[in-house]
């Protein structure tokens, strides 16, 4: 099926309307849950939907929200609905000019191919502030993708926690979408051991890790062990670690994913 863009819509109604059809399972479900989230009767979101109605800018602004729609669909979402309620032909024209340097921004981005992506601070502080941020790129890897709703049930996170945290991956290239699912995207990330979010990004996976162990199973494994050996019997059981986690990202790698996890492992000496 042909990814839906908003860009390709001149009324922000059928792009919504193709958009739900596009979501899986044909989008069964979501329109009632869409007047949920709107505080809408579902009658008066299906009078929208056949272009007899127009949602309020308001409205608008949460449906761009609720799909964790990039900045730049979102803004061009909200600027057809303006369109289509504006009353003056002046208005109209203006808000036209403003619609078509929207969507020869996205043109040229879209052909863009910027493959290596070097984050600011201020976007490693947002995506190592929370574990969630590489587990959604994670789940992202299974064959088909995950959708918007299948990652907010998994993480149980609220909702705009969650979008917030799609959009964020979206925008800088961690993830993509196509017709309503998320795959995992063309950029990577990489810290380096004197990164300053070095030990947050760790800190939150073992934080995590904790607050599981009171629910644990028989595949999780936990192990602490304080230990006295010698210094060399310290280097040569390191390197062996050094083996093992090369043969995990080498097998993690290849491996066909359908489920999430994390490896945490600490071997250090007191000194």
């Not at 590489?134 to 789940?139: D, G, L, T």
């Not at 979408?177 to 063309?186: D, M, R």
């Not at 995590?208 to 644990?216: A, F």
């Not at 050996?229 to 080498?250: A, P, T």
Request: charged share 25%.
């Amino acid at each position: 099926m042909k990814e839906i863009k908003v860009f390709d819509f001149t009324d922000y109604r059928p792009f919504l309307r193709s958009y739900l059809r596009s979501l899986p399972h044909a989008g069964r479900g979501q329109i009632s849950k869409l007047a949920e989230h709107l505080g809408l009767n579902l009658s008066v979101l299906s009078l929208v939907l056949k272009g007899e109605r127009d949602l309020t800018p308001e409205h608008a602004y949460e449906v761009s929200e609720y799909f964790a729609w990039p900045t730049n669909a979102k803004e061009y979402f909200c600027l057809l609905n303006q369109y289509q309620r504006a009353g003056s032909h002046k208005l109209r024209v203006h808000l036209k000019h403003k619609l078509d340097a929207l969507k020869k921004q996205a043109e040229d981005l879209s052909q863009q191919v910027q493959r290596q992506v070097i984050f600011t601070e201020e976007q490693k502080s947002i995506f190592y502030s929370h574990y969630a941020y590489s587990a959604i790129r994670m789940a992202c890897t299974f064959e088909g993708g995950q959708s918007l709703e299948s990652l907010i049930e998994w993480l149980a996170l609220p909702r705009i926690q969650v979008t917030e945290m799609v959009r964020f991956l979206v925008e800088n290239r961690l993830l993509v979408e196509k017709e309503g699912v998320f795959l995992i995207g063309p950029q990577a990330t990489h810290l380096e051991r004197k990164s300053l979010y070095f030990k947050q990004n760790h800190m939150n996976w073992r934080v995590e890790g904790l607050s599981k162990i009171d629910q644990r199973e028989e595949k999780d494994l936990y192990y602490t062990a304080p230990f006295a050996m010698s210094k060399e019997d310290f280097q040569k059981f390191r390197s062996e670690l050094l083996d093992l986690i090369k043969k995990f990202v080498n097998t993690a790698k290849d491996s066909p994913a359908d489920m999430v996890g994390c490896f945490n492992l600490d071997f250090f000496e007191l000194e």
